[in-house]
């Protein structure tokens, strides 16, 4: 969403933002349950993830997982919006998925057995919320902003 590298990056950025975001606090619920620790764990850990993940959906997702979304798009002719924005978003939530939740199982476990233990459990339950996340409340609240701050002017 853009029409210039400026806006579909900004775009990238709050759309990445508020997954990890959400996605951070998930996880680290679900890792210590409510805590006095649970905001400054949070604070701190979230950055990283965070830049992570955005190079991640530059680099990687955009030229994977964004260019298989569109060739299904292209071969199945698909011209609704509605289902453009769903298939991309799947497919970008699929791959930054598989990525983060390594990522997750690493930092949990360090490069070790256990982390690919650990690795098919945490993509089970980081898509289950990833996927709705994105598609009922980032998206949608992604491009409200985006809207908003990208208004043409006019003349």
């Not at 959400?22 to 905001?39: D, E, H, R």
């Not at 979230?46 to 993940?53: E, S, T």
């Not at 690919?116 to 709705?132: D, E, Q, T």
Request: proline letters at 3%; hydrophobic letters at 55%; glycine letters at 6%.
């Amino acid at each position: 969403m853009g029409d210039s590298k400026f806006q579909r990056f900004i775009f990238t950025f709050t759309i990445c933002f508020l997954m990890v975001l959400f996605m951070s606090v998930y996880n680290l619920f679900l890792a210590i349950g409510p805590s006095k620790q649970f905001f400054t764990i949070l604070i701190k850990d979230f950055w990283l993830g965070f830049v992570i993940a955005l190079i991640l959906d530059i680099f990687v997702m955009t030229h994977t997982f964004k260019s298989l979304a569109f060739r299904i798009i292209e071969k199945k002719g698909i011209d609704h919006t509605i289902a453009k924005v769903l298939i991309i978003s799947s497919c970008m939530v699929t791959g930054m998925v598989l990525c983060m939740s390594f990522y997750g199982a690493v930092k949990a476990a360090g490069f070790s057995s256990t982390a690919l233990r650990l690795y098919p459990g945490i993509i089970v339950m980081n898509f289950i919320v990833a996927w709705p996340l994105n598609i009922l409340i980032v998206n949608p609240l992604s491009r409200l902003i985006h809207s908003r701050v990208f208004t043409p002017v006019s003349g």
